[in-house]
């Protein structure tokens, strides 16, 4: 809780920062709260929808949530992102992640 505490001081004099939003939603994440973890990850992309890396946080919590179906869309989300920024490092791992999920 303490790094918690931190990213929100931080936050608090820079409230659109997406390193810090998405901090956020890892730390929630290992404290098991789900849903305020979602809820950073969700403002991360509506700051910045090239902020790959929040792609596949943002699916696999949808994913622990049960909702397989967000989850893909928000795959599907990423790997278009990243195709337009021609991440293909980003593109290759939404990609085997969506390819687990479908697998499924």
Same mark, same amino acid.
């Given at each position: 809780m303490e790094r918690i505490q931190k990213l929100k001081e931080i936050l608090s004099q820079s409230p659109n920062d997406c390193f810090v939003l998405h901090a956020l939603g890892l730390e929630y994440l290992k404290e098991q709260d789900i849903h305020t973890a979602l809820n950073f990850f969700k403002q991360v992309l509506i700051q910045d929808e090239k902020y790959l890396g929040t792609y596949y946080h943002l699916?696999?919590?949808?994913?622990? #949530?049960? /909702?397989?179906?967000?989850?893909? =869309?928000?795959?599907?989300?990423?790997?278009? &992102?990243?195709?337009? #920024?021609? /991440?293909?490092?980003?593109?290759? =791992?939404?990609?085997?992640?969506?390819?687990? &999920?479908?697998?499924?």
């Open positions: 699916a696999k919590t949808y994913e622990k #949530l049960g /909702d397989y179906n967000k989850a893909i =869309e928000i795959y599907h989300r990423g790997i278009q &992102i990243a195709s337009q #920024l021609k /991440d293909n490092h980003a593109k290759n =791992e939404l990609q085997m992640a969506l390819d687990d &999920i479908s697998d499924e």
